[in-house]
């Protein structure tokens, strides 16, 4: 019986960190928090690679406790797109790495994230970085999923 115990909970061990290994955050700490001029140039930036797309999105800027900082929509989307953005950010910025991080995960069947609060599962959530610091996220929602992730990551990009 013991034995049975002892194996049970290895067993359970290894289950849960066999996702830990793939959908490692990034070593990246947190910085100070992203201010407003800064959230207009990572907008301004992936407004432009919308535009360039030829796509309407929604962009959300938050801080890195999450908060909403900056929000920029197009004309003509959908209003549902609001919410997909900012929660898109607020994943990227609380588990410190890009929302295709689950979104692939949860393609390779590690459904038990989608128990985690917050999860946002879909491609469109990036960390903004400056100095090595995460100091937000950009979250996109309007486009497909990959259209949201180079529109985000066009935005990011603007600030390392």
């Known amino acids: 019986m013991r034995i049975v115990k002892c194996f049970l909970v290895i067993s359970l061990v290894l289950f849960i ?8 955050q990034m070593p990246n700490p ?8 800064t959230a207009k140039k990572v907008a301004a930036a992936a407004a432009a690679e ?4 030829k796509i309407r ?5 938050v801080d890195t406790g999450g908060n909403l900082l900056y929000l920029e929509r197009f004309d003509v ?4 797109s609001i919410d997909v953005a900012i929660h898109k950010a607020k994943c990227s910025v609380a588990y410190k790495r890009p929302t295709k991080a689950f979104e692939d995960l949860i393609g390779g069947g590690k459904t038990a994230y ?3 609060d917050g999860i946002s599962a879909i491609e ?7 100095d090595g610091k995460i100091i937000g996220a950009i979250g996109v929602s ?11 990551k066009a935005g990011a990009q603007v600030v390392q």
């Open 30 to 37: 947190y910085g100070p928090n992203i201010n407003l001029a």
């Open 114 to 116: 989608l128990t985690l």
């Open 124 to 130: 469109g959530g990036v960390p903004i970085i400056d």
């Open 57 to 61: 999105v929604v962009i959300a800027i």
């Open 50 to 53: 919308a535009v360039n797309m």
């Open 17 to 24: 960190f066999s996702g830990t290994a793939l959908a490692q």
């Open 77 to 80: 989307v959908q209003y549902g």
């Open 142 to 152: 309007g486009g497909t999923a990959a259209q949201d992730g180079q529109v985000a």
